[in-house]
């Protein structure tokens, strides 16, 4: 089985509210701001194929947007990326037999739907998949709160819906396919219902971790976003996932960090904090 990082495409958000509370003089330590305040972040889905699955993790923002919107957000790549990505290593869409979604948010979901055209309403792309996500990231979903309700892209839910192709996981423990294991660790502090996505494959371990900690920077347990519905709860996740990763040298996956991919992760006594090590801007391996 090999396992791929993939390219989705980019987009800008405003870097105070990608770091809560933390000051504007901290965080652009680590990720400088454009002349609006705003930072560039990566959306990274992952490939894993196997003997008889080729198995998407996440699809990316996509290139759904109308143009206003498109700019608000920097989305300024013209092809949809995580389709060209999938291209280059010779895979079409049509081949993909399970894509599995953390949660419904736009930058994370909306690689699902085909470009936008004026007039025409977008397609729901991977017509051989079925799509997975937790019951309660579903109903989040369709039924969100005022405070992120424009998080969602109610027109892709209607299609998810009508497809047919749509799994709804209860709070299930795992999900075999071929020699990979799919453990589910459900966070709320992002947003209710959300999975991460605990790889296994014989001693191998990776963790799709998603918005809990959407990259390197947010690897400090005080460290949310301003967009984390419940973030004293999600500091105290990160804190619960972090030492496991650590005591196993396993692998974390970021979906938003700009420059890295994957990295391990070790424990600073000095400072109270967890750092990245063994940095990789690219994953390609056999697990």
């Known amino acids: 089985m090999k396992l791929m990082s993939l ?3 980019a987009y800008k958000l405003d870097g105070g509210a990608m770091f809560g509370n933390a000051p504007k003089v901290l965080w652009e330590r680590w990720i400088k701001a454009d002349e609006q305040n705003r930072i560039r972040l990566a959306t990274r889905p992952l490939l894993a194929v196997t003997k008889n699955e080729k198995i998407l993790f996440e ?11 498109r700019e608000r957000f920097g989305v300024d790549e013209p092809e949809h990326m995580l389709l060209k990505s ?10 993909i037999t399970h894509i599995f979604l953390t949660h419904l948010h736009f930058d994370h979901a909306g690689g699902l739907l085909g470009a936008w055209r004026e007039g025409v309403e977008a397609e729901l792309l991977f017509p051989n998949a079925r799509y997975f996500v937790s019951q309660a990231a579903w109903d989040r979903a369709v039924h969100p709160h005022l ?12 299609k998810l819906e009508s497809s047919g192709r749509l799994v709804k996981l209860p709070n299930t423990t795992a999900i075999s396919l071929g020699d990979l294991q799919i453990r589910f660790i459900r966070s709320d502090g992002h947003t209710p219902g959300m999975f991460c996505f605990d790889l296994h494959s014989g001693k191998n371990r990776l963790v799709y971790v998603s918005d809990l900690i959407p990259g390197i920077s947010w690897l400090h347990p005080p460290i949310s976003m301003g967009y984390d519905r419940f973030p004293e709860l999600l500091i105290d996740e990160k804190n619960t996932l ?17 420059e890295i991919a994957v990295s391990r992760v070790q424990f600073d006594e000095k400072h109270q904090t967890y750092l990245a090590v063994d940095p990789e801007r ?3 391996v056999d697990f």
């Open 59 to 69: 699809a990316g923002i996509g290139t759904y947007m109308e143009p206003k919107y």
């Open 282 to 284: 690219d994953l390609t």
């Open 86 to 95: 999938l291209e280059e290593r010779g895979i079409a869409s049509q081949e």
């Open 242 to 258: 972090l030492p496991s990763l650590a005591a196993d040298r396993a692998w974390i996956f970021y979906v938003h960090d700009p």
């Open 147 to 158: 405070r992120d309700k424009a998080s969602f892209i109610p027109l892709l839910n209607r």
């Open 7 to 9: 390219q989705g495409n």
